[in-house]
């Protein structure tokens, strides 16, 4: 009887799926709300998904999964009208008819509800990727095309209102452009002059052979301004007016530039101060430039050199891929503002996005995300792919050639690229795709061959869930192929510097967030710790990794980098797991990017501890530096915030040796209390010698698309470039509060007046233009009417009064309006491209 009964259940789901398969998707409609924050008094979402058949036939009642993912985590609750939404591994999620369920009939529609981890503030909280698998065809995802994300507004939540925009914009007020540096970064000294050069086509330059390339460099970027490039020669024989090279005994970096009224002169004693002093003139120039016209040059004398060594992007290509194209013009932008480092993140568990020749599978199949979910040919559909492979930004990557010519391109602006190879952690596509050639190598009879490169123990029954939600993505540290691993990709990755003719000095290894859990069960591992004495508990595989890892790029002369937990030990405190500083590794000379600092967490000051340890420590706070954290909290502001939120302030008031002084709200936004710091650790004299410099990060798990990318990353960097290169300002170590607060707005209104009226304008034709994010006017309504004002000078307000989009033949705003009505306000920068616009009634 039970078999019987089983048997027709089966062949219902099967009839159903079948008929299923022939209904018309474009008639089904899906549309995300949020219900809630603090769903029944908790940290907890309430989300609804409103289900409506369009057609005139019912929608199947069974015989179909819908997949989609969700950047927040979903809890486990009861089936909602029918449907249950479960995890199935990472952000991947599934929408499942339960028994009792009865389809949607013509013209209805259904909502089904489902419970969300921590608050939702903007649209990163909505499901993205729908796509729907009928059971007939379980290798066939079919995009939902007709899904849209709707009221994502909580009432509960204090927002940023366009009255508090408007406060905070009062920081700002208008400096004498007189007064302030001609080149940005903020030089060491600058002395005006009186006078001008007149910058024409008929300039020159003049240069030795040993700068050439620098030379070329400058002559390219003159020709897009004057419209003809410039003659180098090493000597003239009449006198001519000219930009020359005179090499003079600077450090590494330094120059010197003198602007004369008949003659340019960059003084360095390296390629990279020449090319530094050439960035600098190159940012004296107008933000506006017209090819073929001159232009005026201050006279001036300047002297020049970076506060840190080490000035870096970091730019997540694993989780959504950039064209080659793309990370040029990140490269081009870095370089103009001095930044020597881009930390390549191209593999994690989402993505590899180099091309190892003697590992094709890691970009077979680890460069392509799409259905079915086996991850045997491509991976999951994660961060919204959708079904399909080999679509941007989900799929994709460089080959061998294309990162050889970015390595190039990069080296001719003085930057050098450290990739980062994820591991043991974060590395879900690498031992996939080493899966894949495993079974091929496997079927093919040869084991020596399949087990080469293997990167999980087989028989591991340990079980983990990571930060991210996977359930399989950590390295088998016992396994001998592991090594083996490393040492080919390492080996790959020397052979294409070599041709590329750059050296690889540094790799930057991981070792991000392994969960507690892994390693536990798995026989080689348990095996190992029996056969090595040294090794007393799971724990001490960290180090055993890490050690081999070290020992293998220390045979080819290479660096190691690591992030902040390379550096720590897993321990407990009172019965409490915690991660303390690891004096054990701290001479071994690694590279430590710390981030995990973010106030009210308890790791406020571990960047300072693994300084003053004796780590090497590259700043990467979350706290100000974290560029795909959303600008302020508002439901249209797109980014995370899960570290809190960055606008273009962060970066720039960010005081790396005590960073506790100006620290002023935690990851919620809201105002820090003032014993957040009581009982951390200050950074020692000897620890300010680790300190070895800034990065920048943007994490891509929301950035869908150059213009994204660029909206998140600009201006932004434009603070980090000041902090990391200029001189250590007066206003961070003035002692008294209410005077350091007052230098601090001085400063504040300088820099912003730089990057509004001087650097965006640049930015918007340089290079291509950037797409920059032009910020959203602060508004309030007093007795004599509307008045706005904007966080950055140098774009134009135009208005509307009756609610309807700006647009640049909407009224411009001189100061205030008295109209009635809703009136909706926008910026608009130089090339007419409008920023986010903000409204008010006025009754």
Not at 634 to 658: A, M, Q, S
Not at 674 to 703: H, M, P, Q, R
Request: glycine fraction near 8%; charge should be neutral.
């Amino acid at each position: 009887m039970f078999i019987l009964l089983l048997t027709l259940i089966t062949l219902n789901i099967e009839l159903n799926a079948q008929k299923g398969s022939s209904y018309d998707l474009k008639k089904l409609s899906i549309e995300w709300q949020l219900t809630t924050n603090r769903y029944e008094d908790g940290s907890r979402a309430l989300n609804t998904l409103i289900i409506t058949n369009t057609d005139k036939r019912p929608f199947p009642a069974s015989g179909w999964i819908i997949y989609f993912s969700s950047a927040r985590e979903m809890l486990p609750s009861s089936p909602s009208n029918g449907l249950s939404c479960t995890h199935v591994n990472g952000d991947i999620y599934q929408l499942v008819p339960q028994p009792g369920f009865t389809g949607i009939e013509p013209g209805k529609s259904i909502r089904t509800n489902y419970i969300t981890n921590g608050f939702s503030y903007n649209k990163s909280g909505a499901p993205t990727g729908m796509y729907l698998v009928w059971g007939n065809q379980p290798e066939k995802g079919i995009p939902l095309d007709n899904y849209r994300i709707g009221n994502n507004l909580d009432t509960t939540q204090v927002y940023k209102t366009p009255e508090a925009i408007f406060t905070r914009n009062t920081l700002y007020s208008a400096p004498d452009p007189a007064r302030l540096s001609p080149v940005f970064p903020t030089p060491e000294s600058f002395e005006r002059g009186t006078g001008n050069f007149e910058l024409t086509s008929e300039v020159a330059i003049l240069c030795g052979n040993e700068y050439r390339k620098e030379a070329e460099f400058l002559a390219t970027a003159l020709q897009r301004v004057t419209g003809k490039q410039p003659v180098i020669a090493t000597a003239f024989i009449r006198p001519v007016r000219s930009i020359q090279f005179l090499p003079a005994t600077l450090p590494d970096e330094s120059y010197s530039l003198m602007v004369d009224t008949g003659q340019v002169t960059i003084q360095a004693g390296s390629a990279s101060g020449f090319f530094y002093g050439v960035q600098s003139l190159l940012t004296m120039m107008p933000g506006e430039t017209t090819a073929g016209r001159s232009v005026s040059l201050p006279v001036c004398r300047i002297t020049d050199k970076p506060r840190f060594g080490y000035r870096s992007l970091m730019v997540d290509i694993g989780r959504n891929f950039q064209t080659k194209a793309e990370l040029k013009k990140m490269l081009d932008l870095m370089a103009l503002y001095k930044l020597n480092t881009l930390h390549l993140h191209f593999s994690e568990d989402e993505g590899w996005r180099i091309e190892m020749p003697s590992l094709p599978e890691l970009t077979a199949v680890g460069a392509q995300r799409g259905h079915p979910l086996d991850s045997k040919k491509n991976l999951p559909p994660s961060f919204g792919a959708g079904p399909l492979t080999g679509k941007m930004p989900a799929s994709g990557y460089y080959s061998r050639n294309d990162f050889i010519e970015i390595l190039r391109y990069a080296s001719a602006r003085h930057i050098r690229i450290i990739p980062e190879v994820e591991t043991p952690g974060h590395a879900r596509a690498a031992i996939k795709a080493m899966d894949a050639r495993y079974d091929a190598f496997s079927k093919s009879g040869n084991m020596t061959g399949a087990l080469q490169y293997l990167l999980r123990d087989t028989a591991d029954q340990s079980r983990y869930s990571t930060a991210q939600a996977w359930t399989d993505n950590v390295m088998c540290v016992a396994l001998p192929s592991v090594y083996s691993f490393i040492e080919r990709v390492v080996d790959d990755f020397r052979d294409m510097y070599r041709e590329a003719g750059v050296p690889l000095k540094t790799i930057h290894m991981g070792g991000d967030e392994v969960p507690d859990g892994a390693w536990e069960k798995s026989p080689a591992c348990l095996a190992l710790l029996k056969q090595d004495s040294s090794l007393t508990e799971i724990n001490d595989l960290w180090y055993y990794y890490y050690t081999r890892v070290a020992e293998i790029l220390r045979k080819r002369n290479i660096e190691m980098a690591g992030w902040e937990e390379v550096g720590m030990r897993k321990t407990k405190l009172a019965g409490v797991k915690k991660l303390i500083v690891n004096p054990r590794l701290a001479n071994e000379g690694y590279q430590l990017h710390v981030w995990n600092n973010m106030v009210g967490w308890g790791n406020e000051d571990l960047p300072y501890r693994l300084a003053n340890a004796g780590y090497k420590v590259i700043l990467s706070p979350v706290s100000n530096n974290y560029f795909d954290m959303s600008y302020y909290k508002h439901p249209d502001e797109p980014g995370f915030y899960w570290g809190g939120f960055t606008d273009v302030d962060k970066p720039f008031y960010f005081i790396p040796f005590d960073y506790f002084r100006n620290t002023t709200e935690n990851a919620n936004g809201d105002a820090v209390r003032a014993d957040a710091f009581v009982g951390k650790d200050l950074l020692t004299d000897y620890g300010k010698s680790n300190i070895i410099g800034l990065e920048g990060l943007i994490w891509s798990e929301t950035i869908r698309s150059e213009a994204n990318l660029e909206y998140m990353v600009l201006p932004k960097l434009l603070g980090l470039a000041e902090r990391a290169w200029a001189p250590d300002p007066a206003w961070a170590n003035e002692k008294d509060t209410a005077k350091m607060n007052i230098a601090y707005r001085k400063a504040w209104s300088d820099f912003a007046y730089r990057i509004g009226v001087m650097e965006l304008p640049r930015l918007s034709t340089w290079f291509g233009g950037y797409r920059y994010r032009i910020p959203a006017p602060g508004l309030v309504v007093d007795a004599a009417g509307v008045q706005a004002n904007l966080q950055l000078p140098g774009f134009t307000l135009r208005y509307s009064t009756d609610g309807s989009e700006p647009d640049l033949k909407s009224r411009i705003f001189t100061g205030v309006i008295r109209e009635k009505g809703v009136i909706r306000i926008k910026a608009f920068d130089k090339t007419g491209r409008g920023g986010r616009s903000v409204s008010v009634t006025v009754k």
